[in-house]
C-alpha cells in the first residue's frame, strides 16, 4: 500500500511541479516585468509603473498595433473564405478520397514554416516563378514587384496558415447532420437559406477555431515580414521581439505579451459562447 | 458542371499550397544559379550541401532536439494524462485549465515568458534551454492526445487487476501503458514534427551555442538565396514526410 501512495506522490508532484515551473511561473514572472520600470543597465528596476500599458495605449503605438491586429484580421478572412469551400468539398468526398485529399494538406503542414516561406521566395521575386510564367503569357509587361511588399507578407500568412483553417473546419463539416440539411431543404428553405441557417451556424465551433488557430500565430510570426516584407511591415511579434532582443526595454515587451494573451484569452470565450450558442440555436 | 467546379477549386487550393513546395525542389536540381530558366539538370547542389557542415550541423541539431525532447514531452505528456484521468484530487480542474492554455497560448508568449525565466535564473541560452523550450511546447499536445485514449479504456480492466492485487505502478506499467501505445506514438510523432516546425520559440530559447535548423536559414537568407538551402529544405521535407507517413502505418497496424 505505501508503494501506491509513493507513485501516486511522485506523479501528481511531479506533474504539477513541472507545469508549475515551466507554464504559471513563467506566465506570472512577465506579467511582473510588465508592471516594472525600465532600467538601462540592470534591464529592469523593481519599481512599480503603469507606463508600460500607457504607452501602448498612445497613438503611436496604439496605430501600430491597430495595423497588426487589421492584417491578421485580413489574412484570417480570407484564410477563411479559401478554406471553408475546400474543406466543404473535402468533407463532401467519397470516403478513400477524402482521405487522400486531407493527406495532401497536411503535408505543407508538417514542413517547417520557416522552410516554406523561404520557398515563396522562389515564386514572388522579381526573376521568380510568377513573374516569369506572366511575361511569358504576356500578361504582364515587367515584373510585377511584390517581394517586400505587404502584399508578400499577406500571401505568405495565408500561404503558412491555410492548413490551420483547412483542418479544424474539415472537423466541423464532416460531423455535419445530413438530416438536418435535408429536413431544411424538404421545409422550403433554398439552398443559400440553408447554408445560412443551418451551416453556418453548426459548423460555427469549426470556423471560430480555425480562425484562433489563424489569427494568433499570424499576430506573432515575426519572421515572415522579416522574410518577406520591407522594413516597415510590422507585426505585433516584430514589436515584441524587438523590444526584447534590440531595444531591451523588457516591461514593453512584455506589456504587449500580456496585451497578446488578453486577446487570445477574448476568443477563447468567443469560442466557448459560439460552441453554446450553436448547438442551442439549432435545437430551436 | 457542379463536379468541374469543385475539382477545379481544389485542384487550384492545392496549386497554391505546392507550387512554391514544388519551384523550390525544381530549384533545387537545376544548374543555373540564380534565374529560374532551366540550365540543365544537376546534383552539385546536393554535393555542395554535404561540404557545407554549418548547414549540416544545424539540421543535425534540429533532430537531434525533435528526438529527444518528443522521447520527454512523451513521458511527461503520458504521466499528466495518466493522472487526470486515473486520480481524484484537489486542483485537478486548474491543471486541465493550465493545460489548455499552455496548448492555446501564442508560440511568441511561450517563448518569451520562457526567456524571461532563464533571463531571471541565470541560465546560459544553448542546448538544454532549448530542449525546456521545447518539451514545454509539446507535453500539452501529448496530453491531450494520450488523455483521449484513456477516455475510450474499458475501466473495469484495471479495476480488476486491482482487485487481482495490482500495485498502482504495475497497473500503470502492465495495462494502461500497452493499452495507450498508439497514443503514445501519435502524441510522440507529433510533438516530433511540432519541434521540427518551430521557429518562434526556438528563436527566444537557444543561444548561438546550438544554432538550429530554422533559425540558421533565417540569417541565411538575409544574404539571399542559396541553392544549397534549397536542396537542404527538399531533403527535411522528404524526412518530415517519410517521418509521419511510416508512423501512420504503425498506428493503424497497432489497432
Same mark, same amino acid.
Given at each position: 500500500?505505501?508503494? *501506491?501512495?509513493? #507513485?501516486?506522490?511522485?506523479?501528481?508532484?511531479?506533474?504539477? %511541479?513541472?507545469? =508549475?515551473?515551466f507554464?504559471?511561473?513563467?506566465?506570472?514572472?512577465?506579467?511582473?516585468?510588465?508592471?516594472?520600470?525600465?532600467?538601462? &543597465?540592470?534591464?529592469?528596476?523593481?519599481?512599480?509603473?503603469?507606463? &508600460?500599458?500607457?504607452?501602448?495605449? $498612445?497613438?503611436?503605438?496604439?496605430? =501600430?498595433?491597430?495595423?497588426?491586429?487589421?492584417?491578421? $484580421?485580413?489574412?484570417?478572412?480570407?484564410?477563411?473564405?479559401?478554406?471553408?469551400? #475546400?474543406?466543404?468539398?473535402?468533407?463532401? +468526398?467519397?470516403?478513400?478520397? +477524402?482521405?487522400?485529399?486531407?493527406?495532401?494538406?497536411?503535408?505543407p503542414f508538417w514542413t517547417n514554416t520557416l522552410i516554406r516561406t523561404y520557398a515563396?521566395?522562389?515564386?514572388?521575386? $522579381?526573376?521568380? #516563378?510568377?513573374?516569369?510564367?506572366?511575361?511569358? #503569357?504576356?500578361?504582364?509587361? +515587367?515584373?510585377?514587384?511584390?517581394?517586400?511588399?505587404?502584399?508578400?507578407?499577406?500571401?505568405?500568412?495565408?500561404?503558412t496558415?491555410?492548413?490551420?483553417?483547412?483542418?479544424?473546419?474539415?472537423?466541423?463539416?464532416?460531423?455535419?447532420?445530413?438530416?438536418?440539411?435535408? $429536413?431544411?431543404?424538404?421545409?422550403?428553405?433554398?439552398?443559400?437559406?440553408?447554408?445560412?441557417?443551418?451551416?453556418?451556424?453548426?459548423?460555427?465551433?469549426?470556423?471560430?477555431?480555425?480562425? =484562433?488557430?489563424?489569427?494568433?500565430?499570424?499576430?506573432g510570426m515575426f519572421y515572415i515580414?522579416d522574410i518577406? %516584407?520591407?522594413?516597415?511591415?510590422?507585426?505585433?511579434? *516584430?514589436?515584441?521581439r524587438?523590444?526584447f532582443l534590440? &531595444?531591451?526595454?523588457?516591461? =514593453?515587451? +512584455?506589456?504587449?505579451?500580456?496585451?497578446?494573451?488578453?486577446?487570445?484569452?477574448?476568443?477563447?470565450?468567443?469560442?466557448?459562447?459560439?460552441?453554446?450558442?450553436? %448547438?442551442?440555436?439549432?435545437?430551436? | 458542371?457542379? @463536379?468541374?467546379?469543385?475539382?477545379?477549386?481544389?485542384?487550384?487550393?492545392?496549386?497554391?499550397?505546392?507550387?512554391?513546395l514544388?519551384?523550390m525542389?525544381?530549384?533545387s536540381?537545376? /544548374?543555373?544559379?540564380?534565374?529560374?530558366?532551366?540550365?540543365?539538370?544537376?546534383?552539385?547542389w546536393y554535393g555542395k550541401l554535404l561540404t557545407n557542415t554549418t548547414l549540416i550541423d544545424a539540421a543535425i541539431r534540429s533532430l537531434t532536439i525533435a528526438v529527444i525532447s518528443a522521447t520527454i514531452a512523451c513521458i511527461l505528456g503520458?504521466?499528466? /494524462?495518466?493522472?487526470?484521468? @486515473?486520480?481524484?484530487?484537489?486542483?485537478?480542474?486548474?491543471?486541465?485549465?493550465?493545460?489548455?492554455?499552455?496548448?492555446?497560448?501564442?508560440d511568441i508568449?511561450i517563448g518569451i515568458s520562457l526567456l524571461?525565466l532563464f533571463l531571471?535564473t541565470g541560465l546560459t541560452l544553448g542546448f538544454w534551454t532549448l530542449l525546456m523550450g521545447h518539451v514545454t511546447l509539446c507535453v500539452?499536445f501529448v496530453? /491531450?492526445?494520450?488523455?483521449?485514449?484513456?477516455?475510450?479504456?474499458?475501466?473495469?480492466?484495471?479495476?480488476?487487476?486491482?482487485? !487481482?492485487?495490482?500495485?498502482?505502478?504495475?497497473?500503470?506499467? @502492465?495495462?494502461?501503458?500497452?493499452?495507450?501505445?498508439?497514443?503514445?506514438? /501519435?502524441g510522440w510523432l507529433l510533438s516530433f514534427t511540432l519541434s521540427l516546425d518551430d521557429v518562434i520559440i526556438s528563436f527566444f530559447t537557444t543561444g548561438p551555442t546550438y544554432e538550429v535548423l530554422p533559425l540558421r536559414i533565417y540569417s541565411m537568407v538575409r544574404l539571399g538565396i542559396k541553392p544549397d538551402v534549397n536542396a537542404l529544405s527538399v531533403v527535411m521535407i522528404v524526412i518530415t514526410v517519410a517521418a509521419v !507517413?511510416l508512423s501512420?502505418?504503425?498506428?493503424?497496424?497497432?489497432?
Amino acid at each position: 500500500m505505501k508503494d *501506491n501512495r509513493l #507513485f501516486k506522490r511522485f506523479v501528481i508532484g511531479g506533474t504539477v %511541479g513541472w507545469i =508549475m515551473l515551466f507554464g504559471i511561473i513563467p506566465t506570472l514572472m512577465l506579467t511582473g516585468a510588465s508592471f516594472l520600470q525600465r532600467d538601462p &543597465s540592470e534591464l529592469i528596476r523593481p519599481v512599480f509603473s503603469l507606463e &508600460s500599458y500607457v504607452r501602448l495605449f $498612445a497613438p503611436a503605438l496604439g496605430s =501600430m498595433i491597430f495595423k497588426s491586429l487589421l492584417m491578421a $484580421a485580413m489574412a484570417t478572412v480570407l484564410c477563411l473564405f479559401i478554406g471553408y469551400p #475546400f474543406a466543404y468539398i473535402v468533407a463532401r +468526398a467519397q470516403k478513400q478520397r +477524402a482521405r487522400w485529399m486531407l493527406l495532401l494538406v497536411m503535408i505543407p503542414f508538417w514542413t517547417n514554416t520557416l522552410i516554406r516561406t523561404y520557398a515563396l521566395i522562389a515564386v514572388l521575386k $522579381a526573376d521568380g #516563378f510568377l513573374n516569369t510564367t506572366l511575361m511569358f #503569357f504576356g500578361l504582364i509587361k +515587367a515584373p510585377l514587384e511584390i517581394m517586400y511588399t505587404q502584399t508578400a507578407v499577406f500571401l505568405g500568412l495565408i500561404y503558412t496558415l491555410l492548413p490551420f483553417m483547412i483542418l479544424p473546419l474539415y472537423a466541423a463539416i464532416e460531423k455535419l447532420d445530413n438530416r438536418m440539411l435535408e $429536413a431544411s431543404r424538404d421545409l422550403g428553405a433554398s439552398r443559400s437559406k440553408t447554408f445560412r441557417k443551418i451551416t453556418i451556424p453548426l459548423t460555427m465551433p469549426g470556423i471560430v477555431s480555425g480562425c =484562433m488557430l489563424v489569427f494568433l500565430p499570424a499576430l506573432g510570426m515575426f519572421y515572415i515580414p522579416d522574410i518577406l %516584407g520591407g522594413a516597415r511591415t510590422m507585426l505585433l511579434g *516584430n514589436y515584441i521581439r524587438d523590444q526584447f532582443l534590440t &531595444s531591451r526595454d523588457i516591461p =514593453m515587451g +512584455a506589456a504587449a505579451s500580456i496585451a497578446m494573451t488578453m486577446i487570445m484569452g477574448l476568443m477563447l470565450v468567443i469560442y466557448y459562447r459560439s460552441v453554446r450558442h450553436a %448547438g442551442r440555436k439549432v435545437r430551436q | 458542371m457542379r @463536379q468541374l467546379i469543385k475539382t477545379t477549386y481544389a485542384g487550384l487550393v492545392y496549386l497554391f499550397l505546392y507550387l512554391p513546395l514544388v519551384v523550390m525542389a525544381v530549384y533545387s536540381f537545376n /544548374a543555373s544559379k540564380y534565374s529560374l530558366s532551366w540550365k540543365g539538370f544537376t546534383l552539385k547542389w546536393y554535393g555542395k550541401l554535404l561540404t557545407n557542415t554549418t548547414l549540416i550541423d544545424a539540421a543535425i541539431r534540429s533532430l537531434t532536439i525533435a528526438v529527444i525532447s518528443a522521447t520527454i514531452a512523451c513521458i511527461l505528456g503520458t504521466l499528466v /494524462a495518466f493522472m487526470l484521468h @486515473q486520480y481524484r484530487f484537489q486542483g485537478r480542474r486548474a491543471i486541465f485549465g493550465s493545460l489548455f492554455i499552455m496548448m492555446m497560448s501564442p508560440d511568441i508568449v511561450i517563448g518569451i515568458s520562457l526567456l524571461v525565466l532563464f533571463l531571471a535564473t541565470g541560465l546560459t541560452l544553448g542546448f538544454w534551454t532549448l530542449l525546456m523550450g521545447h518539451v514545454t511546447l509539446c507535453v500539452p499536445f501529448v496530453a /491531450a492526445t494520450v488523455y483521449s485514449r484513456f477516455k475510450g479504456f474499458d475501466t473495469h480492466v484495471i479495476e480488476a487487476a486491482k482487485d !487481482l492485487g495490482a500495485s498502482e505502478y504495475q497497473v500503470f506499467h @502492465q495495462i494502461v501503458l500497452p493499452m495507450a501505445m498508439p497514443g503514445l506514438i /501519435a502524441g510522440w510523432l507529433l510533438s516530433f514534427t511540432l519541434s521540427l516546425d518551430d521557429v518562434i520559440i526556438s528563436f527566444f530559447t537557444t543561444g548561438p551555442t546550438y544554432e538550429v535548423l530554422p533559425l540558421r536559414i533565417y540569417s541565411m537568407v538575409r544574404l539571399g538565396i542559396k541553392p544549397d538551402v534549397n536542396a537542404l529544405s527538399v531533403v527535411m521535407i522528404v524526412i518530415t514526410v517519410a517521418a509521419v !507517413l511510416l508512423s501512420r502505418r504503425l498506428i493503424k497496424d497497432k489497432k
